[in-house]
C-alpha cells in the first residue's frame, strides 16, 4: 500500500539548533517528492521537488535530500520564521494514473 | 498573479444545509483538486479534473460533488452537510499531472457543520 510517514510529529527547537525532518515513504513507481510548508491557517506552500535517489535541493535553510526509502528536510541554524508545519508528498504512479499521497506533517516551533 | 483562490474563507452550515467552494487558478493549469485536511490526518484527495468538462473521484468523494465549466474554475457542493465534513477544505492546481507535476495551494475554506 502507498504511504508516507512523516516524523517526528512535532519538533521544539532552540533558535539556531539545526535538526533534520524525517519523510519515510512506499510508493508505486515514485515519480516526485515533494516538500511544503504550512503556515497555521493557509495553504500549504511549495518549497522542493525531489526526483531519484541521492537528490539535493537547497533554498535559505533549508536543503532536502533522497534516498529510495526516504526524504529529509535539514534545517541549519533555524529562526523563529521557520516555524511551520513542514509537509511531505509523493508522487506516484497507477494503471498510468499520477497520484500524490501526502504526509500528515512534522509541527516544527523555533523558539528565540 | 493571483495563483489560487478559493472562496469563502469560512463558513458555517446546519445538517442538511447545501453550499457550494468555488475554487479559481489563474495559471492556465490543466488539473485540479479538491482535498480535505482534518487533524492527524494528510491531506484527502476528495475529486480532481483532467481539464475542462472532466471531473473524477479521488480518495474520499462520497457526500461531494464538482463540476468544471470552465477551465479556471473547479466547483465542489455539498449537496446535504453532515457534522463529518466539517473540516479544511483545499484547492490546487497543477500544470499537467504529469511526473513531477508541481500542485499549487488556495489558501483554504474552513467549514463548520453543525
Known amino acids: 500500500e502507498d504511504q508516507v510517514t512523516q516524523s517526528p510529529e512535532a519538533l521544539r527547537l532552540q533558535e539556531g539548533e539545526s535538526s533534520s525532518l524525517n519523510c519515510s515513504y512506499t510508493?508505486?513507481?515514485?515519480?516526485?517528492l515533494f516538500w511544503y510548508r504550512q503556515d497555521p491557517g493557509k495553504g500549504p506552500e511549495f518549497l522542493f521537488t525531489?526526483?531519484?535517489a541521492g537528490e539535493e535541493k537547497e533554498k535559505e535553510r533549508l536543503k532536502a535530500t533522497l534516498t529510495k526509502k526516504e526524504s529529509f528536510l535539514h534545517i541549519t541554524a533555524p529562526k523563529p520564521e521557520d516555524s511551520a508545519t513542514y509537509l511531505c508528498a509523493v508522487q506516484g504512479v497507477t494503471s498510468g494514473t499520477y497520484k500524490y499521497i501526502f504526509g500528515t506533517g512534522t509541527r516544527l516551533k523555533v523558539l528565540a | 498573479n493571483a495563483g489560487v483562490t478559493q472562496t469563502p474563507k469560512f463558513r458555517v452550515l446546519k445538517t442538511g444545509q447545501s453550499m457550494t467552494l468555488l475554487c479559481a487558478q489563474d495559471m492556465n493549469h490543466e488539473y485540479m483538486y479538491w482535498y480535505r485536511q482534518d487533524p492527524g490526518m494528510g491531506l484527502r484527495l476528495i475529486h480532481y479534473s483532467v481539464g475542462e468538462g472532466t471531473t473524477a473521484k479521488g480518495e474520499v468523494p462520497d457526500g461531494y460533488n464538482v463540476s468544471r465549466l470552465k477551465k479556471q474554475n473547479f466547483l465542489l457542493g455539498l449537496e446535504s452537510a453532515a457534522p463529518s465534513q466539517t473540516s479544511v477544505y483545499f484547492c490546487?492546481?497543477?500544470?499537467?499531472?504529469?511526473?513531477?507535476?508541481?500542485?499549487?495551494f488556495g489558501p483554504g475554506t474552513r467549514l463548520t457543520v453543525l
Open positions: 510508493v508505486s513507481g515514485l515519480r516526485g
Open positions: 490546487a492546481s497543477s500544470l499537467q499531472g504529469a511526473r513531477g507535476d508541481t500542485q499549487y
Open positions: 525531489l526526483y531519484s
